[in-house]
């Protein structure tokens, strides 16, 4: 498990655990209040919680932006 404190540049923070998931990709907790499965250069799917398409998003270009032994 990997813990990752970003801030987008929109005044918003987020925390995130990402973990490898038994389905393939990665399992994200944002703020322990949603849960989402990162495959990367495809997409990133809201599973339960809360969703936020500003969250989703931001999950996204984070992701996206870092090295794959990184997530």
Excluded at 25 to 45: A, F, M, P, Q, T
Excluded at 60 to 66: D, K, P, T, V
Aim: hydrophobic letters at 30%; a negative charge.
């Amino acid at each position: 498990m990997t813990f990752h404190d970003f801030q987008p540049g929109d005044g918003s923070r987020y925390w995130l655990h990402t973990l490898p998931s038994e389905h393939g990709g990665i399992l994200v907790i944002n703020h322990e209040e949603s849960l989402w499965r990162y495959h990367r250069g495809d997409c990133v799917k809201f599973l339960c919680g809360n969703f936020n398409e500003y969250t989703q998003r931001a999950i996204w270009n984070y992701l996206e932006g870092l090295n794959e032994n990184q997530v």
